[in-house]
């Protein structure tokens, strides 16, 4: 429903009612996302929907999420979905919910983001490990919705390095992060190659 009425243009005194209770949505939306975590059958029935909600009100901007802390809140709460042993169906659900999320910040919430660059940072690097990983152990599989994944962290990178100037500073946090994780998946493959 919340997503039906984002998507909807609302004439302005039902448009105002529902921004008041935006933050109180948000937090609800948060709290419920969290609990939900803790069953990993509700991941894909539960977490996906409201993270995908949470990038819908993300996508609205600065003007009508006023509170910045809104917006670290949802951040915050992506460190807590689990990318790891879940379903290889349910993976790129997961992945795209994260990614939505991810990408409505840093697209329209830069100041934000720019203040909250561990947070967004951490979330990113799990995006990047969880695609190294899946795609080291699934095999053939789940290829083909780990190439979609691949391509998403891909465009990521190019927007990070194209639009945010700021970023900059973090570019070699960004990069040894992936090289890291690189490693440490070649190490893993060469192991079990040599035994």
């Known amino acids: 429903m919340i997503r039906l009425l984002l998507k909807c243009s609302l004439e302005e005194d039902k448009s105002t009612l529902f921004w008041s209770a935006a933050s109180q949505t948000i937090t609800s939306l948060v709290a419920l996302s969290i609990e939900a975590c803790k069953e990993h059958t509700l ?32 951040l915050s709460t992506l460190l807590t979905v689990p990318l790891e042993n879940v379903k290889t169906e349910d993976f790129y659900t997961v992945f795209l919910a994260i990614h939505e999320v991810l990408f409505s910040v840093l697209q329209c919430h830069p100041k934000v983001m720019l203040k909250s660059v561990p947070t967004f940072l951490s ?50 946090f960004i990069i040894s992060q992936y090289i890291h994780e690189l490693q440490k998946v070649c190490f893993i493959f060469n192991y079990y190659d040599l035994r």
């Open 123 to 172: 979330c990113f690097h799990r995006l990047v490990a969880s695609v190294l990983h899946e795609g080291q152990q699934k095999g053939d599989k789940g290829i083909i919705n780990i190439q979609k994944c691949a391509k998403l962290v891909e465009r990521k990178y190019t927007f990070i390095a194209a639009k945010t100037e700021e970023f900059t500073v973090f570019s070699t």
């Open 43 to 74: 991941i894909s029935t539960v977490v996906v929907p409201v993270l995908h909600t949470m990038a819908l009100f993300l996508r609205q901007g600065e003007q009508f999420l006023i509170n910045p802390h809104h917006v670290t809140l949802s």
